[in-house]
């Protein structure tokens, strides 16, 4: 039994190597995280937080230790295989969005659906994109180009095309390094909500602030888990927005 645990890292090493040189990354990592939960991974830069968030997306694998993914173990699975893990179970949210500039947000949206082995017809992948791009406050912005779309825009359609194959986890790196303070308390609230929805997700992010609203934070230093703690009092991203004037829309 795995205790509802959807991701499980046993003694996760990562060591670089560059000609002689061995650098280690990630340093004998255990960590267990459950479904439906909401982690912030925290560090400063060199911790090793986003070569675990790497291990963890399928874009890298570890060195040695032991990777279980909804119970199947990952750490040995070739690149083709790695990918088709991702498409059908990770949905990524990155801090420079990586939106196609010359595609509108609908077509953004439906890339990865490119990629699913089920086929689609062009109605099927217009409606699944409108539908997740409601989900996250664009209704009637489908047709936009990103450089039409505000920052906080953008990585809304972001999160939609990272939603767009149903994954069980969300993976975000950083996604409001880019956004000003009230469009990140925004970004967060949609996480939340996901989050409630029974989605799980793990963001990195090097910001006390914008950890308090996940429900956990595991603090990284040199490679290694220095703390791993419940957060006590979380930021309500739905409460602070209704002080300002501004609600969530999902």
């Known amino acids: ?28 990592v255990s960590l267990e995280i459950k479904r439906g939960e909401f982690v912030a991974l925290m560090g400063a830069s060199g911790s090793g937080k986003s070569t675990l968030m790497n291990i963890l997306g399928c874009l890298d694998r570890p060195t040695s230790g032991s990777y ?45 659906l490119v990629y699913n082995t ?12 409108d539908r997740v791009l409601a989900a996250v406050g664009l209704a009637g912005r489908e047709d936009h180009h990103p450089s ?9 359609v972001a999160i939609a095309r990272a939603l767009i194959n149903d994954p069980e986890m969300l993976l975000a790196d950083e996604p409001t390094g880019n956004l000003d303070s009230r469009t990140s308390v925004e970004i967060m609230g949609i996480f939340q909500h ?29 490679g290694m888990i220095l703390d791993d703690h419940a957060v006590s009092q979380r930021s309500d991203a739905a409460a602070q927005l209704q002080k300002l004037g501004t609600d969530v829309t999902m």
Not at 118 to 129: G, K, T, V
Not at 148 to 156: D, F, I, K, T
Request: glycine share 6%; charged share 25%.
């Open 148 to 156: 039409q779309l505000s920052g906080g825009q953008q990585q809304r």
């Open 194 to 222: 996901l989050n409630k929805r029974g989605i799980t997700i793990i963001m990195v992010t090097h910001e006390q602030e914008i950890a308090t609203y996940a429900r956990r934070n595991v603090m990284m230093r040199d």
């Open 68 to 112: 279980l993914l909804d119970d199947a173990d990952v750490s040995g699975l070739n690149r083709d295989q790695l990918a088709d893990i991702r498409n059908r179970k990770i949905g990524f949210v990155f801090q420079n969005f990586n939106l196609l500039p010359r595609t509108s947000a609908r077509e953004n949206a439906e890339l990865p």
């Open 118 to 129: 089920q086929r689609l017809s062009h109605a099927q992948l217009r409606e699944r994109a």
């Open 1 to 28: 039994m795995n205790n509802g645990a959807l991701v499980r890292l046993i003694d996760v090493h990562k060591v670089y190597r560059t000609g002689e040189m061995e650098v280690p990354a990630v340093r004998g």
